[in-house]
């Protein structure tokens, strides 16, 4: 094993150390389902996070494919929003087959 | 649009966005990183999530402990991949904690000088080959049960997480009791092991559900916040009816003279366990528990050239990209 050119510190923090960014990985089953998120990874660079997230959360074929996304990069919705960012399709029922009658008895798929 | 990871700072305590948080609960929604909670919610899922994290980080070193030393190629290519599968549940859980707003940083170096906890059960030594079984059968067992009922947490990183650790956990209680099965059908020496062994792990294990009902003071508030679903002392109980039957089945003897079965309740009664030494070694008096701090700490500082490697690879790869651009 090389040397350390760090030397040890008590508080165990090696000088140089820094905390790596942050990356949310997505898994792809097989069977063609989508991918879909599975965890976080901390790593230095697309590829380190690539190799972290199969070691970590594929260990045993979960997925044909992996997916990592800086997470500073994702957009999301937040809670507050909820109400009326989402509210103009949380109305119309007629979206919905239940809507819709039809002649009893008769099969429609 | 805000950063999913990062919490925004919560508003000072709202009795109506407390009782609208209760609601949610009571609800069984599930409550996810940017949402608001109580301050007291969020501090006791960090402190949950990073003991558990914790735990299994330093559940590595009691098995790693035997690796070279495995009986056969079956035994070593097992028991590795178990200890991988500790150091990928450690790091789901940590993931899932830094969601609630602490940095990574900050929960390895609670660990590392000491002050953060973790399962006392990783605190007592791995004498045999047999302690090796018996940590998978009782101590993954015992996993078993408390994250099972974790997987059903009203945090929805933490369930997920428990989800996944539950596929993965089942395998690691039956390499532990083919183990034990093994040796309890070998030869007498080895029969005498595995008692011996079951002797010593027995105790401790019960004591990973945690204190009594009538003395945990964490409990109450983690119930009604749908964190934990049941009671340790219900929890304590589902494990000991599980495993009894499971000694039986290979003729070894749980060191409890007091064990007996009760018709009316259909529950396996048990001994009293010893308050004493669980104290005493959750608060850092344990046969290994200063072993276990030193072993994480050399592991840490003889680690750092990956560290720093790696972020040289990549300041390397990132500066011949820029130049060939």
Request: proline share 7%; charged share 25%; net charge negative.
């Amino acid at each position: 094993m090389a040397e350390s050119h760090e030397t040890s510190v008590t508080n165990g923090q090696t000088p140089g150390d820094s905390q790596w960014p942050l990356w949310e990985v997505f898994l792809q089953p097989p069977k063609g389902e989508a991918h879909e998120h599975a965890g976080s990874v901390h790593a230095v660079s697309a590829e380190q996070a690539l190799q972290n997230a199969r070691d970590v959360y594929a260990r045993r074929g979960e997925a044909v494919s992996i997916w990592v996304v800086p997470s500073a990069s994702i957009t999301a919705s937040t809670p507050e929003d909820m109400g009326p960012f989402f509210d103009p399709g949380n109305d119309k029922p007629y979206r919905h087959p239940q809507f819709y009658k039809v002649p009893r008895g008769v099969r429609v798929f | 649009m805000t950063n999913p990871t990062v919490h925004p700072a919560a508003p000072s305590e709202d009795p109506a966005k407390t009782a609208e948080f209760e609601a949610r609960i009571a609800r069984g929604e599930s409550i996810e990183p940017k949402d608001w909670m109580p301050e007291r919610y969020r501090k006791q899922l960090i402190r949950m999530m990073s003991q558990h994290a914790h735990s299994e980080i330093v559940g590595m070193l009691p098995e790693g402990n035997w690796i070279t030393r495995a009986p056969s190629l079956r035994r070593k290519m097992s028991l590795i991949a178990k200890v991988q599968d500790e150091a990928g549940h450690g790091l789901y859980i940590y993931c899932g904690t830094e969601t609630l707003g602490v940095s990574r940083q900050d929960l390895i170096q609670a660990l590392l000088n000491g002050t953060a906890k973790y399962s006392s059960i990783f605190n007592y030594p791995t004498l045999t080959w047999a302690d090796i079984g018996c940590i998978g059968w009782f101590v993954d067992g015992a996993a078993i049960v408390n994250q099972t009922m974790l997987a059903k947490a009203s945090y929805g990183p933490y369930a997920r997480a428990m989800v996944r650790i539950c596929k993965e956990e089942n395998f690691h209680k039956r390499q532990g009791y083919e183990i034990v099965t093994t040796l309890a059908q070998g030869t007498p020496e080895q029969r005498a092991m595995a008692q011996d062994a079951v002797n010593r792990w027995w105790w401790p294990s019960l004591m990973m559900f945690g204190p009594p009902d009538t003395a945990s003071s964490n409990s109450e508030e983690l119930i009604k916040w749908g964190v934990k679903k049941k009671s340790n002392d219900e929890l304590r109980q589902r494990f000991v009816n599980l495993t009894v039957g499971q000694a039986k089945a290979i003729d070894l003897t749980l060191p409890d003279p007091a064990l007996s079965y009760d018709e009316k309740t259909e529950n396996w009664a048990f001994g009293p366990i010893d308050w004493d030494e669980f104290w005493r070694v959750v608060k850092g008096d344990g046969p290994c528990n200063r072993e276990r701090l030193a072993a994480r700490n050399d592991a840490h500082d003889a680690g750092a050239w990956v560290r720093v490697a790696a972020a040289a690879h990549a300041a390397k790869q990132q500066a011949l990209s820029s130049e060939a651009a």
